[in-house]
């Protein structure tokens, strides 16, 4: 069974920095989009960023673009969400997910997802 697994969450204070990682099992070109999605309690899971594997494209939601970026790390199964400028409402469970099968990147359609991390950020 595919795993995906995040790591990187924590408790920072506004305007703090974080660097979320996820590490699939086969390499990331294997999936055609690894995205970050994200849920607060009461919410719905929301998109947050993408990176299309074929050609590295990257793709944000307008509440953290100039503020997280998504990227390929040197680590072929990795790929990480640095998260700058970090505000209260960033707080959420943060879950990566590979294979995209829906209708866009955005939409929660993905064939694998890890189990979460926890970003908290204070005020």
């Known amino acids: 069974q595919v795993q995906l697994v995040e790591s990187g969450g924590g408790s920072v204070q506004a305007g703090g920095s974080l660097t979320l990682s996820c590490t699939t099992p086969?390499?990331?070109?294997?999936?055609?989009?690894i995205s970050w999605f994200r849920q607060s309690q009461g919410k719905k899971r929301e998109g947050v960023a993408a990176?299309?594997?074929?050609?590295?494209?990257?793709y944000y939601a307008d509440s953290v673009k100039g503020r997280f970026t998504i990227s390929q790390a040197g680590d072929s199964n990795t790929v990480t969400l640095q998260m700058d400028g970090l505000m209260p409402e960033d707080t959420a469970t943060y879950y990566c997910?590979?294979?995209?099968?829906?209708?866009?990147?955005?939409?929660?359609?993905?064939?694998?997802w890890g189990q979460g991390t926890q970003v908290a950020v204070s005020s």
């Open positions: 997910a590979a294979d995209l099968a829906g209708r866009a990147w955005n939409f929660p359609e993905y064939v694998y």
């Open positions: 086969r390499p990331t070109e294997d999936y055609n989009y």
């Open positions: 990176l299309r594997t074929s050609n590295r494209s990257t």
